[in-house]
């Protein structure tokens, strides 16, 4: 039996979740929950996966390493880093993950591409985009973009999947949408220069825009706090 608390949090999250595709006039099934699991235990993710939660989002290469050899036998888990990546990790995200959310430069992706061993298939790639400017915010900048996303299409192994957002915190459901459309117009000009990448996903909304996000188009929505409770400190 699911623990109680986190089968709570993910029908009030997946409720949210359903009432704010309601009210932007979108299909039930247009968006799909994220759990971040970042520093939660493995039995919490258990419980998650008993509630029928597929996909957690992992910000840590060790601690995911780690969980992932706890749950092994939850084979239908879809892993997805959501971390900054640095170049002497991408052989173990290459090999371990489903999805990579947080690629921002060409040498990046190239190593995983080199690095993702055939018989898993091409990797999922999200293009994390720094649309609000902020000098300690990962991301590309938008103007890198296209030249970055012609690279990313060219490498075998990958497969790009869309772009990846981080706002700056705002209060108004207006400052909270203007870099949400942001990401969807730099998605869509994307999709017009090249047809033959699905780029059918925009990960972005947290627990604290996802009514803004859902507005904007997101496809993924990244909720940690609101499923597994306030954030364990990491030792």
Known sequence: MPDVQVRES??????RLADALESAGRPADDACLLAVSKTKPAALIREAHACRQRDFGENYLQEALDKQVELADLT????????????????????????????DRAKIARRLSEQRPASLGPLNICLQVNVSG??????ADPDDLDALAAEVIALPNLRLRGLMAIPAPATSMAEQRRPLARLRQLRDDLRQRYPQAPLDTLSMGMSDDLEAAILEGAT????????????????
């Open 10 to 15: 993910l029908q009030r999250a997946r409720q």
């Open 134 to 139: 902020e000098a300690s915010k990962s991301g």
């Open 220 to 235: 993924l929505v990244r909720l940690g706090t609101a499923i597994f409770g306030a954030r364990t400190p990491r030792a």
């Open 76 to 103: 239908d888990i879809v892993w997805h880093f959501i971390g900054p990546l640095q170049s002497n990790k991408t052989r173990a995200v290459a090999e371990h993950f489903a999805w990579v959310h947080s690629v």
